[in-house]
């Protein structure tokens, strides 16, 4: 009977030392559990920290979108007018090297008409048309009334009629310099 009695404390010996190692490892297994639970919980935070920033970054990149649309048509709105502004840039610059063209080719003829008229004048030079009192220096005379001739081109190819317009008046009275002096009037 002892036997059985030391037999049955052995069994039991072996059972409480089980069943305490079953205990010890519980314990571990339900803290390593509370640290898991705890850092899902602050996974799950995460997870709602990244889903706002996110949405934030959602509507950023709406809003740079919005914002990038709006930049592109005031760009090609600015665009338009810059290349209307450059076109007729252009034609004033292009109109401006043909009056000058014009002017300097005026210029040169009434220059010429000049050496002209001084290397074939009596020494007191040019005198003023009957019934037409020169003016002081630097003035310009009334404009005549009655053309002599109907207008024609010039030697050079211009119309008469527009040299007019140019100048201002009819120049087949007026002198070469007053011619000059007036076209230089009228340019400014």
């Given at each position: ?160 009629a527009a040299d007019d317009d140019l100048f201002g008046r009819d120049d087949t009275d007026v002198s070469p310099q007053e011619a000059i002096m007036a076209a230089l009037r009228n340019v400014r």
């Amino acid at each position: 009977m002892m036997s059985g009695i030391a037999l049955g404390l052995a069994i039991d010996a072996v059972l409480a030392i089980m069943l305490f190692a079953a205990i010890v490892v519980g314990l571990r297994v339900h803290r390593r559990l509370a640290e898991v639970r705890r850092a899902q919980s602050e996974l799950a935070d995460l997870v709602v920290q990244l889903d706002r920033a996110t949405e934030k970054a959602r509507n950023a990149v709406g809003e740079l979108k919005h914002a990038g649309s709006e930049a592109r048509e005031i760009l090609t709105s600015d665009m338009a007018r810059a290349r209307s502004l450059a076109d007729e840039l252009s034609l004033i610059a292009e109109a401006g090297d043909n009056l000058a063209t014009r002017l300097e080719t005026r210029l040169t003829e009434a220059g010429r008409h000049i050496r002209a008229q001084d290397k074939s004048a009596p020494s007191g030079g040019r005198r003023a048309p009957t019934g037409e009192r020169s003016a002081p220096r630097g003035e310009v005379p009334a404009r005549s009334s009655a053309r002599s001739a109907p207008p024609a081109e010039d030697d050079l190819g211009f119309d008469d009629a527009a040299d007019d317009d140019l100048f201002g008046r009819d120049d087949t009275d007026v002198s070469p310099q007053e011619a000059i002096m007036a076209a230089l009037r009228n340019v400014r």
